[in-house]
């Protein structure tokens, strides 16, 4: 059975740093692209960060602050949060295909199949 399962999620603090992690079970996330969305309340789904072979990519929004990552040995992604702010409050998921797609391509949706089911970040003080 085919599964991603994001964790890592909570409430933190201003300026403060959280690290999601997208595990995936039943394929192996080597040959897949990977996609971190979020969605806040009130507001559409929204492509944050993307990562394929030699290919990462960052929404204007978090560039500079957050970073994603692949460990295929865990067979899991990550996304380093860091200098949250209250505006990156949202259900984050993450989202995985295999087509080939790179730079901002990582950031449409309608190109990924499978998706973990969120974990909630909130930013507050």
């Known amino acids: 059975q085919v599964q991603l399962v994001e964790s890592g999620g909570g409430l933190v603090q201003p300026g403060g740093s959280l690290r999601l992690s997208c595990a995936a079970s039943?394929?192996?996330?080597?040959?897949?692209?990977i996609g971190w969305f979020r969605q806040a309340p009130g507001k559409e789904r929204e492509g944050v960060s993307g990562i394929s072979d030699g290919s990462t990519y960052y929404a204007a929004s978090v560039k500079g602050r957050f970073t994603i990552s692949r460990d295929n040995a865990k067979n899991a992604v990550y996304l380093q949060m860091n200098s949250l702010k209250p505006e990156d409050t949202a259900v984050y998921y993450c989202?995985?295909?295999?087509?080939?797609?790179?730079?901002?391509?990582?950031?449409?949706?309608?190109?990924?199949?499978?998706w973990g089911q969120g974990t909630q970040v909130t930013v507050s003080s």
């Open positions: 039943g394929f192996t996330l080597d040959y897949y692209a």
């Open positions: 989202a995985a295909t295999k087509r080939k797609i790179n730079g901002i391509w990582l950031s449409l949706e309608n190109w990924y199949d499978y």
